[in-house]
Nanobody, 117 residues
């Protein structure tokens, strides 16, 4: 089993930056791809960015050039550096990890990001 805890959310002005962190505990050796998703009221959770164990990355078109995902496999941690934030980035951000053998998904509890002046 893997447990995920996100941190780093908060209130930021448009154009500002935030760095989200997600720390895994438990069977971190079983973790394959990790990613960040976000969800707003009334909408489904959507992929923001994902990164494989080999550091291949994928980004939603809406965040390309502004957000950067990275990870530390030894620590079981994934990060999301968010720059040039816009009001439309406001959402609850969730961390997800995928078991590289069973494909089971693990989710964090979410962290609120609010971009507003």
């Amino acid at each position: 089993q893997v447990q995920l805890v996100e941190s780093g959310g908060g209130l930021v002005q448009p154009g500002g930056s935030l760095r989200l962190s997600c720390a895994a505990s438990g069977s971190i050796f079983s973790i394959g791809t990790m990613g960040w998703y976000r969800q707003t009221p009334g909408n489904e959770r959507a992929l923001v960015a994902a990164i494989t164990r080999g550091d291949s990355t994928t980004y939603a078109d809406s965040v390309k050039g502004r957000f950067t995902i990275s990870r530390d496999n030894a620590k079981g941690t994934v990060y999301l550096q968010m720059n040039s934030l816009k009001p439309e980035d406001t959402a609850v951000y969730y961390c997800k990890a995928v078991n590289r053998w069973t494909a089971a998904n693990y989710w964090g509890q979410g962290t609120q990001v609010t971009v507003s002046s």
